[in-house]
């Protein structure tokens, strides 16, 4: 996910730094929506709402070809980049568009599946925006969402750098009207949305090798440091600048930690009927 995709006033709290999209851009099906793997057959339409870049989008389009598949986002810098990716993997049957996720220019009905990938901690208004993916999704279709729940990350070994990090993106993100540990919400919010019948699970990615130490603490060693993220950090006033030097060379430390180990648990809901 990159932005809400709603249009409407809502912050994405990471902003479009490179070290951001570094990140989406290494998302698959496989990664991010294994969940939904049993639903991805051919011939589904679907739409993947804050699509970001468009790796998970274009994945799902390889997996329900020939039928339709549509990725949103609010943002055309990385919708640009999606379209780009498409190309580059001659993937004809999905089409990338910017647009507002709380009011779809769709008819009632008009996709098997609905997904969304770390969208609604970012919104205001998730049981808002999650009947809206409702109205668009046919009688006998799914609305999939999956989100981190970042109060339920843990990793070794302790670090006082870590927990201020921790401390100050949950601070940031509940600045600008989202929720950080959704993961947890999802069951309630889809539930609040009128969905009668709400499957619920959890996954986790997890971090440990020495690759994947550098891969995922430098994009958090530079995040701290230069993304919105960091600016809106101290346009709060939620931490200074020596706060976030300080995160970001905690970030560091447990890259050459060899025994280093970090785990992000997400929530996942499949919403029928």
């Known amino acids: 996910m990159s932005s809400t995709g709603s249009g409407t006033g809502d912050r994405y709290t990471h902003g479009h730094h490179e070290s951001v999209l570094r990140s989406h851009s290494w998302r698959t099906v ?4 294994g969940y939904l793997i049993p639903d991805l057959v051919s011939g589904a339409t679907v739409l993947d709402v804050g699509c970001g870049p468009g790796t998970i989008t274009v994945d799902i389009a390889a997996r329900v070809y020939p039928a339709r598949v549509i990725g949103m986002d609010a943002s055309a810098e990385v919708i640009a980049k999606a379209i780009e990716l498409a190309a580059e993997r001659d993937v004809d049957n999905v089409e990338f568009v910017v647009g507002n996720a709380y009011e779809l220019d769709y008819e009632d009905g008009a996709f098997d599946i609905v997904h969304a990938h770390q969208v609604l901690q970012h919104v205001s208004n998730p049981v808002g925006m999650l009947r809206e993916l409702r109205r668009v999704r046919a009688t006998d279709g799914v609305v999939a969402a999956r989100d981190v729940d970042y109060g339920a990350c843990f990793w ?3 670090s006082a750098g870590l927990e201020r990090w921790l401390e100050v ?3 940031v993100q509940r600045s600008n009207d989202g929720e950080p540990d959704a993961g947890r919400r999802l ?3 889809a539930r609040d949305a009128g969905f009668a019948d709400v499957s619920s699970t959890a996954s986790i990615w ?3 090798s020495e690759a994947d130490r550098e891969w995922w603490g430098s994009l958090w060693e530079t995040r701290m440091l230069q993304s919105a993220l960091a600016v809106d950090a101290i346009d709060t006033g939620l931490a200074s600048q020596d706060d976030l030097i300080d995160i970001s060379r905690a970030w560091r430390d447990w890259i050459n930690e ?3 180990w970090f785990a992000m648990p997400h929530g996942e809901i499949l919403c029928r009927g």
């Open 206 to 208: 997890a971090f440990n």
């Open 258 to 260: 060899p025994d280093g």
């Open 30 to 33: 496989e990664n991010s929506a």
């Open 187 to 189: 069951k309630a919010w």
């Open 169 to 171: 993106l949950s601070a």
């Open 156 to 158: 070794y070994p302790d």
